[in-house]
């Protein structure tokens, strides 16, 4: 069976995340597989380069499906795109893969944004699709925060207690932290990249990173809850309306035709 890779973004809004739900609630799997059912009838299953939670969004999800026909790329995304409506989710390309070509496990790296936004007034445009806290941050403490988790580390401070990573170290590349005018306000955009992530660990790294810019942590108080290797040394989650998955690398791009 022919293998297609999809290049997704989505509005994380309505849904209870990316994954199929046994309990029925709307996912975002769901919606396209129920798209390509219609193109071709029968059971689909679509596996993704990340399973993101509920209310996060994405502006370049990839996942692979296995079809009967040998579909030409752009009528493919054309005709995903016509079913998927109105559902806040877009196909933006479509490759032609290998079959041993896998969104999840050929994946070389993932890069996350997350959108903090600093202003009285509530936001209306933006209105879960950031998160907003009242104050403006001290930017420069919280890229002395962020540089104590850049690297290889125990993580278990920063993932969930229902992480089911079979370990808790991993190298956390970069994150950059930079600062833009917003009306009425200032956004702060957290850019973080690693391999792959623990589940929650940007959330907890973000609410963490917050903190400090908000001055009720140190840049020493990151690093003292990293070497804990305790949860509950954890700064507070924060919301996942500000979370996109904004990228995941390939050894070979399979969208750059």
């Known amino acids: 069976m022919p293998r297609h890779a999809l290049q997704i973004e989505y509005d994380g809004t309505p849904f209870a995340g990316w994954q199929r739900q046994a309990q029925g609630l709307p996912s975002v799997q769901e919606a396209v597989e129920r798209a390509l059912g219609r193109l071709e009838p029968g059971p689909h299953t679509i596996a993704a380069a990340g399973r993101t939670d509920a209310g996060v969004h994405a502006t370049a999800q990839v996942a692979h499906a296995d079809l009967a026909k040998d579909w030409d790329p752009f009528k493919l995304a054309s005709a995903l795109n016509a079913h998927l409506r109105p559902d806040p989710v877009a196909v933006l390309a479509v490759a032609r893969v290998p079959d041993d070509f896998h969104a999840r496990f050929s994946a070389t790296g993932r890069r996350y944004t997350f959108r903090l936004v600093a202003r009285r007034a509530p936001v209306t445009h933006d209105r879960g699709r950031v998160w907003q806290v009242l104050k403006p941050l001290d930017l420069e403490a919280m890229r002395a925060g962020a540089a104590e988790l850049v690297g290889q580390h125990d993580f278990t401070t920063f993932r969930s207690t229902l992480c089911q990573a079979k370990s808790p170290v991993k190298t956390l590349d970069r994150i950059n932290i930079t600062e833009h005018p917003y009306p009425g306000g200032v956004e702060y955009r957290f850019d973080l990249a690693a ?63």
């Not at 790294?205 to 108080?221: F, M, N, Q, S, Y």
Request: net charge positive; charged share 20%.
């Open 195 to 257: 391999r792959s992530f623990l589940h929650n660990q940007v959330r907890s790294i973000v609410g963490t990173l917050e903190r400090v810019g908000a001055g009720a942590w140190t840049p020493a108080d990151v690093r003292r809850a990293l070497e804990a290797k305790d949860r509950a040394a954890c700064g507070p989650v924060c919301p996942p309306q500000g979370l996109y998955l904004v990228g995941v690398s390939y050894p070979t791009d399979p969208f750059a035709a």
